[in-house]
């Protein structure tokens, strides 16, 4: 029987593990640490986000210019996620902004139901196995028993990008692939937060939600929210602008954006009497007091015509946040150093998945619809090679 070898025991490596085994292949996972996708594990802890329910050409325009993987997510789009999430005995519902949940949220029941059905296809996972490189031809792994080698017929590294090491993530295999001859793009954050220097008046806001407002950067555009935290901006607003933001695109908030430039001008005409500046805001606008605050803090001294700034208020900050408290990072193997069916053109019989690949795409079920379709795509055609 041929071996097949998934090292990541993420949703990119277990979907590509499930393939391999449906295949009729002696399938074995490993992982690093003790216990399998610590990493879904934790982006469920809040509500797992599985994926988006949403025209198909609108959900693939969040992926950019990547044909290849816009062909994967078509094989398993949005409505097969949650066809997948059903037949693991977990149903799904969709929120009002689209996004598709499981009904319990967590992501835990899930995963024990895929685990089982894995092990009763005959997948063998094992953990505290460490991938460090290749000894020759061979494999080789830091093991609780030792060093181990391994020579399958093929593998599919599922190793994540370079976000959150302590959940697995370091993006330490880049060295050895790249010794390998492997094209790869450097690695930067993606879906992070933003770093400000805040003036002692914004303390009293900390952890104060924004809502009502119009995000801009670059090309990229969307009312959302996000937080105002004691380092800086959070939350998936501020995520899908990481981008243009990191390629150095100004980030600008629309404070009104219910009302054109015109309207908010208008309003602000009418006679304030004794009232504050604050006070005329909030009644003639309905600004709250965060959004005032943001007013304040970067737009001071204030100009005599607010219309402009309210609607396009610049935001000073220092840069988004370190790579390793990003969500997922941009880089990694380049689409130009893999064959369609996502195997490393250097590497025969070696495939990538999930967040290894040069992609990046905003929270709101991307990431992991994105994860889990390149993985099956690997898995089948690892299948198929070997």
């Not at 309003?267 to 606008?285: E, F, Q, T, V, Y």
């Not at 990694?332 to 996502?342: H, I, K, P, Q, Y």
Request: glycine share 10%; net charge neutral; hydrophobic share 45%.
């Amino acid at each position: 029987m041929k071996t097949a070898l998934v090292i990541g025991a993420g949703p990119a490596g277990l979907m590509a593990a499930e393939e391999l085994a449906q295949a009729g292949l002696n399938v074995t996972v490993v992982d690093a640490k003790p216990s399998p996708a610590r990493k879904f594990l934790m982006a469920g802890k809040s509500g797992l986000n599985l994926t988006k329910d949403e025209p198909r050409s609108l959900f693939l325009s969040a992926y950019g210019d990547r044909p290849l993987l816009c062909d994967i997510i078509k094989e398993f789009d949005g409505q097969a996620v949650q066809d997948w999430a059903r037949e693991l005995g977990q149903d799904v519902f969709t929120g009002s902004s689209g996004r598709v949940f499981p009904q319990v949220m967590k992501a835990s029941p899930l995963l024990r139901a895929w685990l089982h059905r894995l092990d009763w296809r005959g997948v063998t996972l094992r953990t505290r196995w460490r991938w460090t490189g290749w000894d020759g031809d061979a494999l080789q792994f830091e093991t609780p028993d030792g060093v181990v080698t391994e020579r399958p017929d093929v593998t599919v590294l599922a190793l994540g990008g370079a976000s959150w090491a302590r959940l697995g993530s370091d993006g330490a295999w880049a060295d050895w692939l790249a010794a390998k001859g492997v094209a790869l793009a450097p690695f930067q954050p993606a879906n992070a937060g933003l770093v400000v220097e805040w003036s002692d008046h914004m303390e009293k806001h900390f952890g104060a939600p924004v809502k009502a407002v119009r995000v801009m950067a670059g090309d990229v555009a969307l009312r959302g929210e996000f937080v105002v935290s004691s380092r800086g901006l959070e939350g998936s607003a501020i995520y899908a602008v990481s981008r243009p933001v990191r390629e150095g695109a100004q980030l600008t908030l629309d404070l009104c954006p219910d009302l054109s430039e015109a309207e908010v001008r208008l309003r602000l005409a009418k006679p304030r009497g004794k009232a504050s500046l604050a006070n005329h805001l909030r009644k003639s606008l309905r600004l709250d007091p965060v959004r005032i605050a943001l007013l304040n803090e970067f737009a001071r001294p204030l100009p005599d015509d607010l219309a402009g700034v309210l609607k396009a208020l610049p935001v000073r900050h220092a840069g988004l946040r370190p790579m390793d408290e990003a969500i997922s990072t941009a880089g990694g193997v380049r689409f130009d150093a893999l064959d369609e069916g996502l195997m490393l053109t250097a590497l025969p019989g070696v495939f990538v998945a999930g967040e290894m690949l040069d992609w990046e795409a905003p929270t709101g079920g991307y990431l992991l619809t994105a994860c889990l379709a390149t993985g099956r795509h690997a898995g089948r055609a690892a299948a198929a090679f070997a």
